[in-house]
């Protein structure tokens, strides 16, 4: 079970997350978990740059270590970067120290002040360390890692429509459906650069792109 719309309910409960932006301006932002890899990381900054629309990629460090150059061409389009933990973890089953270890691992390639947990799960004990500085003194890098200059603050980002893209008994116009019906003015919107979600993605981006873009929305980064 998932949510397609994230209720006021959760934003209320965890205020200092972003759910969404400013609801006053016609603007979207598109956002981009799990990649970045071959192919469908570089079908999304094709179909991107025909709307010349500008998306954030929630990366994961082991895809950015595997794929540099796709990594790159995200950066050099021009697209916003964000940390998804270096193994996708999720922080409901895995303890502080190793989580917040395994974000630091991914916070030294990303070099953001963006995080998007794994699944939308993680503790508030972990919430705190993160918006405080994951490489606090309580959680020090690894002593083979080398020292980083990085933000010491990260922004955790959440989502105001899930497309359910990941969900492989979903049809792609379901997952377009699932867009258009529940976007509105600074909606924060979650696809998947991943194989598995490829078939609904490729289907509903583009789609999604050209039906906002008619009524006059603009896409932007975090």
Same mark, same amino acid.
């Given at each position: 079970?998932?949510?397609? *719309?994230?209720? $006021? ?7 200092? /997350? ?12 598109? !956002?981009?978990?799990? #990649? ?8 999304? /900054?094709? +179909?991107? *740059? ?16 595997? %794929?540099? &150059? ?8 021009? %697209?916003?970067?964000?940390? %998804? ?5 999720? #922080?409901?089953? !895995?303890?502080?120290? +190793?989580? /917040?270890?395994?974000?630091? *691992?991914?916070?030294? $390639? ?8 794994? =699944? ?29 200059? /990085?933000?010491?603050? $990260? ?12 969900? !492989? ?6 997952? =377009?459906?699932?867009?258009?019906? %529940? ?13 598995? &979600?490829?078939?609904?993605?490729? =289907? ?6 050209? =039906? ?5 929305? !603009?896409?932007?980064?975090?």
């Amino acid at each position: 079970m998932y949510l397609i *719309k994230s209720p $006021l309910l959760l934003k209320w409960y965890y205020p200092s /997350l972003l759910w969404n932006k400013s609801r006053t301006e016609k603007v979207i932002y598109l !956002t981009f978990d799990d #990649g970045p890899i071959p192919n469908v990381t570089d079908f999304v /900054l094709k +179909t991107l *740059k025909v709307f010349n629309a500008k998306a954030t990629f929630f990366c994961i460090g082991d895809n950015i270590v595997k %794929h540099p &150059a796709v990594f790159e061409r995200v950066k050099n389009d021009g %697209h916003a970067i964000g940390n %998804h933990t270096f193994n996708h973890l999720k #922080g409901w089953k !895995t303890d502080n120290e +190793t989580y /917040l270890q395994n974000t630091l *691992k991914c916070q030294e $390639l990303t070099q953001t002040n963006l995080f998007r947990p794994p =699944y939308g799960r993680i503790r508030k004990s972990q919430i705190r360390s993160l918006e405080l500085g994951v490489w606090s003194s309580e959680f020090k890098a690894p002593s083979n890692s080398q020292p980083t200059t /990085l933000n010491s603050q $990260l922004q955790i980002v959440m989502w105001d429509v899930l497309s359910g893209d990941f969900d !492989t008994q979903l049809s792609p116009e379901k997952c =377009y459906q699932n867009v258009i019906k %529940h976007t509105e003015n600074g909606s924060i919107i979650v696809f998947h650069d991943s194989l598995k &979600a490829f078939d609904r993605l490729s =289907y509903a981006l583009p789609k999604v792109l050209a =039906y906002f873009s008619e009524k006059g929305f !603009t896409f932007s980064t975090l």
